[in-house]
């Protein structure tokens, strides 16, 4: 099983003025390439057991609620294009998991709520082995959603992009993995525990939760399968709850830049 990692970058321009033009770009680079836009693919090094596996039915989840809980991230700082992502507020008003390889090394991070609403957000968490982050947004005041436990069966993903903004659609976890792969810096080979994700999954939707038909998160996107198509990766409730379990108030190092 090999990966890439679902960055995508736009033009740390004026967003305001330039919006409009940095998604055009965007859309006809992914378009064109396949991968994120800078050239970046991930490892080809990983490797997966698994448990469980059957067919998909319809996701059943309120689709109002779980739109107001799905935000963009944008990562600046870095180089001069900005670091685009998704992510969901999570478990209480404010805090918001995302990948952690969209906001590595940033200096700037904006939250963008489902109204289109900016938020500067600060990292309280950071995981480089399972691909998470933990932002605090203080004047983000979107629903929370909760997690859950992931299983194989139906499912939605919440993912947000600068053209369209916080959207979701229908999914199916097919197989819960134990996966080894190198970190998000290519450094060293870890292990996490993750989720098969069958459905539309494309570059920029990092960060993007897996949410059940109880309306609870059970994942967080990271990657596609270079091999399958419709095929993603994501990190599980385990690794997530990890990650809210070390949750430092008064904010942690992001890592280095790529």
Excluded at 35 to 53: E, H, K, L, V, Y
């Amino acid at each position: 099983m090999s990966t890439r990692p679902l960055r995508t970058r736009a033009p740390a321009l004026n967003r305001a003025a330039a919006a409009s033009v940095a998604t055009a770009v965007l859309v006809a680079l992914v378009a064109l390439t396949g991968c994120a836009p800078d050239g970046a693919d991930g490892p080809d090094t990983s490797s997966a057991t698994s448990s469980g596996t059957g067919p998909v039915a319809s996701a059943i989840a309120e689709p109002a609620v779980l739109v107001e809980s799905g935000v963009g991230v944008i990562a600046e700082g870095c180089s001069m294009v900005a670091s685009l992502g998704s992510g969901v507020v999570v478990e209480r008003s404010g805090q918001v998991a995302t990948a952690a390889h969209t906001v590595r090394g940033a200096s700037i991070l904006t939250v963008v709520d489902a109204g289109g609403q900016e938020h500067l957000a600060s990292v309280t968490s950071f995981d480089k082995d399972s691909d998470l982050a933990l932002l605090d947004v203080p004047t983000l005041t979107a629903p929370p959603l909760g997690i859950g436990t992931a299983r194989v069966g139906p499912a939605t993903l919440i993912t947000w992009r600068r053209s369209d903004g916080v959207t979701q659609q229908l999914v199916g976890v097919t197989r819960l993995l134990k996966i080894n792969i190198e970190d998000i810096y290519a450094d060293e080979v870890v292990q996490r525990t993750g989720l098969e994700v069958d459905g539309d999954v494309i570059v920029g939707q990092s960060g993007g939760p897996v949410v059940d038909a109880s309306g609870e998160v059970i994942g967080i996107i990271y990657a596609t399968s270079k091999d399958r198509d419709a095929v993603g990766f994501a990190t599980d409730h385990t690794e997530l709850r990890e990650l809210i379990e070390a949750r430092s108030a008064g904010g942690v190092a992001n890592g280095q830049c790529p």
